[in-house]
C-alpha cells in the first residue's frame, strides 16, 4: 500500500507541476467572460479600500453608526468582500460549485456587517432565514433599499442549491485532480450574473449609507464605484438626498 501511494503521490507532483491557466488567455471567448468578472470585481475592491480606510481614521458612520478597526461588523464587510474574491478564484479554476458556496457565504457576511449595527443578533443568529428577516426590518434596508435584500434572498435560495446539491445541475461531479482546471462558460456566466447583483447591492447600501466614499472619492476612484452602485442609488447621492 505504501508503494501505491509513493507512486500516487508523484503523479500529484506531476500535476501540480504542470498545472497551468495560460489556456484562459489564450481564448478570446473565455477571455470576454473574464475581462467582465474582473470589470465587476475591482469597483467592490475600490469601494473595500476607501471604507476601509475610513475605517481606520474614525470616519465610517453607517447611517450614523460608527464604524471603526475595532468593529466586529467591519470584519464581516472585509470577509463579504473576500468571498467573492475566493469564488472569483475557483470559477477560474472551474470549481464552480464551492465558487457558488463562497458566493452564498458573501450574502450572509454582508447582512451581519449591515444589520448588526442597528440589531446586534445578526452578529449570532446561526439561521440564515432569520438573519435574512431581522435585516429587511433594519435601515440599510429600508424604503427602495428593500429590493437589494429581496434580490439577495432570491439569489440566496439559488446558491443554497449548489451547497445542498439539489439536482444534478447543481451537483460537481468532480473525481479526479485531473479534472482541473477546466472553463465552463455557462457555468461561469451563471457564477457573475449572481455575483453582480451581490456586488450591486453592496455598492448600493453603503454608498447611500455613507454618501463620501462616492461624493467625496477621487475621480479615478469614483469612475469605478459607477460600475458598482446603481443608478437609482447614484441620482440619489448626487441630489443629497442620501445619508
Same mark, same amino acid.
Given at each position: ?98 465558487? /457558488? $458556496? &463562497? ?6 457576511? =454582508?447582512?451581519? @456587517?449591515?444589520? +448588526?449595527? %442597528? ?50 445541475? /447543481? $451537483? &460537481? ?6 479534472? =482541473?482546471?477546466? @472553463?465552463?462558460? +455557462?457555468? %461561469? ?52 438626498? &442620501?445619508?
Amino acid at each position: 500500500m505504501s508503494r501505491e501511494t509513493d507512486a500516487d503521490f508523484e503523479l500529484l507532483k506531476q500535476f501540480l507541476n504542470n498545472y497551468s491557466l495560460t489556456g484562459l488567455g489564450q481564448s478570446k471567448d473565455k477571455l470576454i467572460l473574464i475581462k467582465a468578472s474582473h470589470k465587476s470585481y475591482l469597483p467592490l475592491l475600490q469601494l473595500w479600500s476607501i471604507c476601509a480606510d475610513k475605517a481606520s481614521k474614525d470616519s465610517f458612520l453607517f447611517f450614523g453608526k460608527q464604524i471603526n478597526n475595532e468593529s466586529q461588523e467591519l470584519l464581516h464587510l472585509r470577509e463579504a468582500v473576500s468571498d467573492i474574491g475566493s469564488g472569483l478564484f475557483c470559477c477560474l479554476h472551474g470549481a464552480y460549485k464551492p465558487g /457558488h $458556496m &463562497a458566493l452564498r457565504s458573501s450574502i450572509e457576511n =454582508f447582512l451581519r @456587517f449591515a444589520a +448588526a449595527p %442597528f440589531d446586534n443578533r445578526a452578529l449570532t443568529t446561526t439561521s440564515i432565514y432569520d438573519l435574512f428577516d431581522l435585516s429587511r426590518n433594519t435601515v440599510p434596508f429600508a424604503d427602495s433599499r428593500k429590493r437589494h435584500i429581496d434580490q439577495m434572498r432570491s439569489d440566496y435560495v439559488q446558491l443554497c442549491k449548489y451547497t445542498h446539491s439539489a439536482s444534478l445541475a /447543481h $451537483m &460537481a461531479g468532480v473525481h479526479a485532480l485531473a479534472h =482541473f482546471p477546466s @472553463f465552463n462558460q +455557462a457555468a %461561469f456566466q451563471e457564477w457573475l450574473s449572481l455575483a453582480k447583483t451581490c456586488m450591486s447591492a453592496i455598492g448600493a447600501v453603503i454608498a447611500v449609507g455613507n454618501p463620501s466614499t462616492y461624493i467625496d472619492a477621487h475621480f479615478s476612484a469614483k469612475e469605478l464605484l459607477e460600475l458598482l452602485i446603481p443608478q437609482q442609488e447614484r441620482l440619489t447621492l448626487l441630489r443629497g438626498e &442620501a445619508g
